[in-house]
Structures are given as structure tokens and as C-alpha cells.
């Protein structure tokens, strides 16, 4: 089942996060009755509320401390949507800085080049007993719900996974994304921000596996949680997080790496 509706405008989709959309606006969107817009779209992981007349997307009201992250990560067999497959997905759902739910599992596969598996650890003999990509893929939606998805690089997972479902038969995602990369650099001051510079600068997971998926979710979350404590007071809600991880001012990266300056000593 493809989405055969066209994508909301980028007018639309800043006014309903920020002033509100009116109905005719929205309407205009919709090549369908505006409730079963609304409805296609939440089944797509996107709420929108109506309030005062107007319509918003649901995470402008709702406070951080009561909002659902699902942080994600994917291990594929190659970058391009197009030929090659997940292998491997994982996934924590985070309220209030807690982890209160998991996903894990890998993907039947029958191709997976040694490169692939030297930086993953994953052959196709460890997906031959695992289920296929259109029921993991099917339940992890249904585990994601309607949580803002976060990543680290929250376009390559975000975009690998919507269009793998896209390629299945199933509706894409339209779930708030929210990328950690972002959100690191206007909140935490470090010389890169790549996850295992990250990990290892800033002591998150001592036990990570990079390149595992459930591995670089754990530190993607401590990342998260961490960058959640230097957050201006004005950003109180999920909307004015993920639109601060968009707009906010970076930090100005040190002129030296303090790893190297660690090394050295």
C-alpha cells in the first residue's frame, strides 16, 4: 500500500509547529477528506491536533518529560535503499530520560559481502533463522508508534527505513525525526560528533559495540539524555526540542582534540 498523497508543504509543516494551520490550509493538503488525512497520517507515526481553530502537530504541547523518543539504529548490507536491505534494526522507546521499552532483531538476508561483515559482525549464516524484513519491519512500526524517532544521523535510518517500507507495500514514516548529531552540537562542546568520538570523549557506554545496532542505540541514548541537561529553560516542549536541534546556535568546536592531548601525555 503506497502513500499516494503528496508530501505537506514546508509553509504547512513549519505553521504546524509553530502558529497553527487553518483549515482550509490543510485542506488544500489533502487530496482526501481532511479526517482520513489525518487519520492516514497518524497511522504514519504523525499526529495533528486541532486546538483553538487551528491545527498543530501534537508535540507542541506535549513537555519533554512526557514525551516518547524512540531511538534507533540499522545495520544494512549497503548504502543505497535501492539494491540493498536492512540486516539488522534496534530501537529503545525513552520517557522521562527512561528507557521503557526495546527492539532488536536481525533480518533474513541472503546476501552480505565480507566488508560488511567485517565492520558488523554479521553474516548470513546469523540471519538464516531470523524472520523476514516485512514482518520486522511491520512490528517495529507498530512498536514505534507515534514517537519522535531519533538518530544519530537521523536521515540515512530514517530514510533507509520509510522507503523500506515503501518497498514492502506499507505506508512510509511521518514520524517526528530528530537528529542526535544536531542536537550534540548546540548542546555539548566536543571536537567531533561522531558516536564512538562521542562515546569515548564523553564516557558513555564503556561496553559499546560499534557497528552493532542495539550497541550504538545504548550510546545514542546516553548521548541523548546527556544533551537533554544542557538545554536552554526556554525549550520546555517535544516541538521546541526538535525544531532547537534544527535552528539552535552550534557550540564552537575546541581548535584542539583533548583525546590526542590525552594520548600524548
Known amino acids: 500500500m503506497q502513500n499516494h498523497f503528496k508530501p505537506l508543504s514546508k509553509k504547512s509543516l513549519s505553521k504546524l509547529a509553530s502558529s497553527g494551520l487553518p483549515y482550509d490550509t490543510l485542506k488544500q493538503e489533502c487530496d482526501e477528506d481532511v479526517e482520513y488525512c489525518l487519520e492516514l497520517w497518524r497511522s504514519q507515526g504523525l499526529n495533528i491536533i486541532k486546538k483553538n481553530g487551528l491545527y498543530f502537530f501534537e508535540t507542541k504541547f506535549i513537555p519533554i518529560d512526557q514525551g ?17 536491505q536492512i540486516i539488522e534494526i534496534a530501537a529503545v522507546k525513552v ?29 548470513v549464516e546469523d540471519t538464516k533463522k531470523a524472520p523476514e524484513l516485512k514482518k520486522v519491519l511491520y ?18 535510518d530514517y530514510k533507509f527505513i520509510s522507503g523500506s517500507l515503501e518497498r514492502i507495500g506499507l505506508l512510509g514514516l511521518m514520524n517526528r525525526p530528530l537528529c542526535s548529531i544536531d542536537l550534540a552540537e548546540r548542546t555539548i562542546k566536543s571536537y567531533r560528533y561522531g558516536l564512538k568520538y562521542l562515546n569515548e570523549y564523553l564516557e558513555l557506554h564503556p561496553d559499546a559495540t560499534h557497528h552493532r545496532a542495539m550497541s550504538d542505540v545504548i550510546t545514542t541514548y546516553k548521548l541523548f539524555t546527556k544533551s537533554l541537561e544542557f538545554l536552554p529553560k526556554e525549550v520546555q516542549t517535544v516541538e521546541e526540542l526538535i525544531q532547537f536541534s534544527k535552528s539552535g546556535k552550534r557550540l564552537k568546536r575546541p581548535k584542539f582534540d583533548p583525546l590526542k592531548e590525552i594520548e600524548e601525555e
Open 68 to 84: 516518547e523518543f524512540c531511538i534507533v539504529d540499522i545495520e544494512t548490507n549497503g548504502s543505497k535503499l535501492e539494491k540493498h
Open 95 to 123: 520517557k522521562n530520560k527512561q528507557i521503557i521499552d526495546r527492539f532488536e532483531s536481525l533480518i533474513c538476508c541472503e546476501n552480505i559481502n565480507p566488508h560488511i561483515t567485517e565492520i558488523t559482525g554479521i553474516s
Open 139 to 156: 512490528n517495529f512500526k507498530t512498536f514505534l508508534g507515534e514517537s519522535v524517532f531519533v538518530a544519530h544521523d537521523v536521515k540515512f
